[in-house]
């Protein structure tokens, strides 16, 4: 018969906490506790601190308004005193001025022919009538003044020459000029007033007018400056 050998039965080893559990367990003690600590603190600091005053709204600002100071009372105007017109002088009434009788009017200076012969020059017109002398006028009114005159025999004015082509080609006609006559008797202007329809025979008159020799205006006794109108006709049948 075999004999078996009986094993040896393990005893059950008790429960041994490990150093590193203990550590554990203590950290997580001390952080746990300050927490609590912590929280308390903050927790009495609230309870314990005084309310916060009410805000208090901003009082109203009064403002009074005062009633406007009476004006000073104006003086009254002093009363000016009436002046008594005075009677107004009694003014006698001027003697009316004889009014001055008119001039006698110039009779109007007969009108120069031009020659057709283109050698003989025209001869002059028969010179005006002098016109009377003009009354002297009264104090304070100006003098007439007397026209210029160009018919005098003595100024020897010619007569325009009659353009040789005007005359071939049979124009004629009359123009009538306007002349400024200065103090000494010369023209410093001379335009046409009415043309003759031909500025052959405006020029022709032109250029002739520009050399003659006039009788001056008067005015009084006074040689005065003053326009003067020429008529001049071209014709074929003379």
């Known amino acids: 018969m075999t004999a078996t ?9 008790p429960y041994v ?10 950290t997580n003690l001390g952080w746990i506790g300050a927490a609590v600590v912590v929280h308390g603190a903050l927790l009495a600091a ?12 901003p009082a109203p ?10 004006s000073a009372p104006t003086p009254p105007a002093p009363a000016t005193p009436t002046a008594k017109s005075e009677p107004k002088p009694l003014v006698k009434p001027a003697p009316a001025k004889p009014k001055p009788a008119p001039a006698p009017a110039m009779p109007a200076p007969s009108p120069i022919a031009a020659a057709p012969q283109p050698s ?12 009377p002398a003009a009354p002297s006028a009264p104090a304070g009114n100006p003098a007439p003044v007397s026209a210029p ?7 020897s004015n010619p007569a325009p020459a009659y353009p040789p082509l005007s ?16 103090p000494n008797g010369s023209a410093d202007e001379v335009v046409v007033k009415t043309t003759s329809g031909s500025s052959r025979l405006d020029n022709a008159a032109l250029d002739a007018v520009r050399k003659w020799k006039f009788v001056p205006a008067r005015q009084g006794s006074e040689l005065v400056a003053a326009w003067v109108q020429i008529p001049i006709t071209f014709s074929l049948e003379n």
């Open 120 to 131: 003989t020059p025209a001869t002059p017109a028969a010179p005006a009538a002098a016109a």
């Open 17 to 26: 906490v490990a150093d590193s559990d203990r550590l554990w367990r203590g």
């Open 5 to 13: 050998a009986a094993l040896p039965t393990s005893a059950p080893q």
């Open 61 to 70: 600002l009064m403002v009074s308004i005062l009633p406007p100071a009476p």
């Open 46 to 57: 609230i309870t314990l601190a005084p309310a916060a005053a009410p805000l208090q709204p």
């Open 149 to 155: 005159r160009f018919d005098a025999d003595y100024l």
């Open 167 to 182: 005359r071939r080609m049979g124009e004629q006609g009359k123009v009538m000029l306007r002349a400024h006559v200065l």
